[in-house]
């Protein structure tokens, strides 16, 4: 099964759900089955319904709300982010309950710069994670001056820093290694796939 976003999207929000060669359209956040869609398999929409249900612990939000998201930037011609599979959540879920060992860091290896304001994080352990550093700070006003210079953001290892110029003078805006895993959405390992 594969869901999609399509770039020509219309009302009401939805998605498409690929399986094989069929293709149905299922709402967003309900999976209910869009009227006048050819009778929609009950096993795939019970897939839907669970996927939509299930909380993302980096986040703390439902993929019904994250995939609600994603129809909106696809709307209003934004970049879109992956949203995590049932495995990846479960990955993430597991981590969460076993905390790491007192010492141990999510040590970075590689940080690029992405559009708007994310940036795409690979640690030592293989975990590849994207990052909404704007939605992690917040999207008031007051933190427009923060981003100017985000394009230089630098891989120190154990956090990442860019060259901030606050009112009082010039200064760096530091964001620690955990606190970059705790709020990115996983994108990859080396044992794991994505869908949208």
């Known amino acids: ?38 009778t929609v398999p009950n096993s795939v ?9 299930q909380t993302v612990p980096s986040v703390g939000r439902t993929v019904a709300a994250l995939v609600y998201d994603q129809w909106l930037h696809v709307r209003n011609h934004q970049a879109i982010q992956r949203v995590p599979i049932p495995e ?18 999510y040590k970075i290896k590689d940080v690029t710069v992405l559009s708007n304001y994310c940036l795409r994080v690979v640690f030592e352990n293989g975990e590849i994670r994207v990052v909404d550093v704007k939605a992690m ?9 923060v981003f100017e210079n985000f394009h230089a953001v630098e891989n ?14 010039p200064n760096t805006l530091e964001i620690e290694d955990q606190d970059l895993w705790g709020a990115g959405v996983l994108e990859g390992s080396a044992n794991l796939s994505n869908v949208i």
Do not use: C
């Open 88 to 105: 990846q959540i479960k990955e993430m879920e597991q981590r969460w309950k076993d905390p790491a060992p007192v010492g141990y860091s």
């Open 156 to 169: 120190r290892g154990f956090d990442v820093a860019w060259p901030v110029m606050f009112p009082d003078g």
């Open 1 to 38: 099964m594969k869901i999609v976003i399509s770039t020509n999207d219309h009302d009401p929000p939805h998605v498409l759900v690929r399986v094989e060669d069929n293709s149905y359209r299922v709402a967003i956040p309900d999976a209910d089955p869009l009227r006048g869609e050819p």
């Open 45 to 53: 929409i019970r897939q839907v319904k669970d996927w939509f249900a």
């Open 137 to 145: 700070r917040g999207n008031s006003p007051l933190w427009a001056p």
